[in-house]
Antibody
Framework: QMQMVESGGGVVQPGRSLRLSCTASGFTFENYGMHWVRQAPGKGLEWVAVVGFDGSSIHYADSVKGRFTISRDNSKKTLYVQMNSLRVEDTAVYHC??????????????WGQGTTVIVSS | DIQMTQSPSTLSASVGDRVTITCRASQSISTWLAWYQQKPGKAPKLLIYQASTLEGGVPSRFSGSGSGTDFTLTISGLQPDDFATYYCQQYNAYWTFGQGTKVEIK
């Protein structure tokens, strides 16, 4: 059974840092690109960042560029996001999501349940 | 950036109804559109990709159509398990989601 389990969320003050992790199982992690997608309370979904299967291709949403760093360790089947200079508007549930090649482009298929980040003073 | 606009934001329907949700892109995305279903406290589930292709295991009462900028998700014969929030997503240029459509019990 394919599964991703996120961890590392919590309450943090504005300007501080937090690192989220996502451990995958049930599929060959090193064969897939991976995303972080977030959902603010009562809001919709926002793509945050993507990393290629081997870590060589990385892209960020403008809202987090320069503050967040996505990375992965294939030997540990784990995805990370280092979040620095956190803002109140970064408050959200952060989902780890598997990249999916569908019909010629890449979307997303398997989602983790998410970990909650609250940025508040 | 490509913006995605869904309508309606909320839809009230009864079991057995035919339900249609609309998604509009701010520029042409060909057929690079996916639909997701999300239930409260759960992770989103991929239903449809490339505008009209059903993901494996998704019931055939779900269907998608459209190309360019205008897309629809149709549920033919709404079932109790279908009451949820639905999101469209473009994957033509990076990834952007619509704001969601909540399908609630009438």
């Amino acid at each position: 059974q394919m599964q991703m389990v996120e961890s590392g969320g919590g309450v943090v003050q504005p300007g501080r840092s937090l690192r989220l992790s996502c451990t995958a199982s049930g599929f060959t992690f090193e064969n897939y690109g991976m995303h972080w997608v977030r959902q603010a309370p009562g809001k919709g979904l926002e793509w945050v960042a993507v990393v290629g299967f081997d870590g060589s291709s990385i892209h960020y949403a403008d809202s987090v560029k320069g503050r967040f760093t996505i990375s992965r360790d294939n030997s540990k089947k784990t995805l990370y996001v280092q979040m620095n200079s956190l803002r109140v508007e970064d408050t959200a549930v952060y989902h780890c999501v598997r990249d999916a090649y569908r019909g010629g482009r890449n979307t997303m298929d398997v989602w983790g349940q998410g970990t909650t980040v609250i940025v508040s003073s | 950036d490509i913006q995605m606009t869904q309508s309606p934001s909320t839809l009230s329907a009864s079991v057995g109804d035919r339900v249609t949700i609309t998604c509009r892109a701010s520029q042409s995305i060909s057929t690079w559109l996916a639909w997701y279903q999300q239930k409260p406290g759960k992770a989103p589930k991929l239903l449809i990709y490339q505008a009209s292709t059903l993901e494996g295991g998704v019931p055939s009462r779900f269907s998608g159509s459209g190309s360019g900028t205008d897309f629809t998700l149709t549920i033919s014969g709404l079932q109790p398990d279908d009451f949820a929030t639905y999101y469209c997503q473009q994957y033509n240029a990076y990834w952007t989601f619509g704001q969601g459509t909540k399908v609630e019990i009438k």
